[in-house]
DNA sequence: GAGAACAGTTCGGTCACCGAACTGTTTTCA
DNA sequence: TGAAAACAGTTCGGTGACCGAACTGTTCTC
């Protein structure tokens, strides 16, 4: 496959490429563009960051996660470490390049919200965690109008958002309350299933 | 787009649903995050309107053109309609809820061009018609600092663009000027294919 | 030390994607 | 007017990605 590129195109041999596509989208399509990647990605934001997590939140099949976790790892938007602190466990987490996505993670987020709102509302809202103001839609909060950094977002449940089933995930759970992005969700504290959701 | 969700969770199968997300972002994805989606709609910003430009532009197999075109219109996102003044032929135009994907669009190509540039510079890069300064990652102008609507928008050639080859097709040499978005790239009349210089 | 949680891997079936060839209609030109 | 080309898809067989479920080996807790 490697040969198929001639000298003026991407040298480099990602893992579904669009040949012959002289525009910076496509490139970005090779990295970002597989199916379940950008929900990986938002989980990330989120602050998953352990395998299971993003298993059981995205009901994604294992393998493919494995693939894609790997390939964001190798193109340098998620890294790879041992867990801080107590666990010897592997993490993900988005790294500056994957930080640099958040505009694109947004616009499609608020897309999708305007043109398939719930009932009720969005699902979710951002907010500037300075004024809990909701952000508009090209980045900036519409109380303050400061262009907001990612690490100043909160999601915050909304009015379109389903009730809590019974059976949620940790991270559906953890995501009924505000959450700063880029923040670790769940405690590091492994999960035990004795009773569901009732500790602390 | 007179259709809308029904119930509190999607009811309708997408063409590849993500069950059980509860963001916006999976309803997103549904409509355009299948292989080539982002890229057909690039073109349509480009101001590509024919199946057979899409086509030549993309090297995307024809079934699967027809496919997203399709599936495009059915989600409201292209206006399937007769091409204006004179041919009879059809062409497929941004609506409304398409134009509203420019700035994830635009976050993406921004983020292709930031982390795989091409040498010498960035491949296309987008300006602000009314003073020719180019527009930054958040859809603002870097000149006036005003917030661009799309329509302003001109897209230009980049000093990583490689040169334009002996057989490119018509929409990648006709994207060799600047060109106004959402303006028909292409004459309305018919190519002839004098250019390639060989007889049958 | 037993059992559970965890992080993947393996496997067979299904479906989407791919490239090439083909069909039927419209347009152009001699 | 008639032939040829352009056009907008459709059809088809091969390949690979995705899917759900089961499985493996390690780590952690009690």
Known sequence: MTE???????????PRDYRGQTC??????????????LL???DAFYG?????????HLAVPRAVLTDRLTTLVEAGVLDRRPETGTGRREVYVLTPKGIALWPAVRALTAWGEEFYAA???PRRVFRHVDDDAPIGPEGRCTGCGAAVPVGDVL?????????LAEDA????AALARPHRLLTPLLTTAPQRRTTRGSHP
């Open 4 to 14: 198929l590129f001639s000298a003026s195109v991407s040298p480099m041999t990602l």
């Open 24 to 37: 910076a989208l496509s490139r970005s399509m090779e990295v970002v563009g597989e199916r379940w990647t």
């Open 40 to 42: 990986v990605l938002r």
């Open 48 to 56: 998953v960051r352990r395998f299971g997590e993003f298993a059981a």
């Open 119 to 121: 009932e009720g509302g």
């Open 155 to 163: 999601v915050t449940p909304g009015q379109g958002l389903p009730p």
């Open 169 to 172: 995930d940790p991270v559906t």
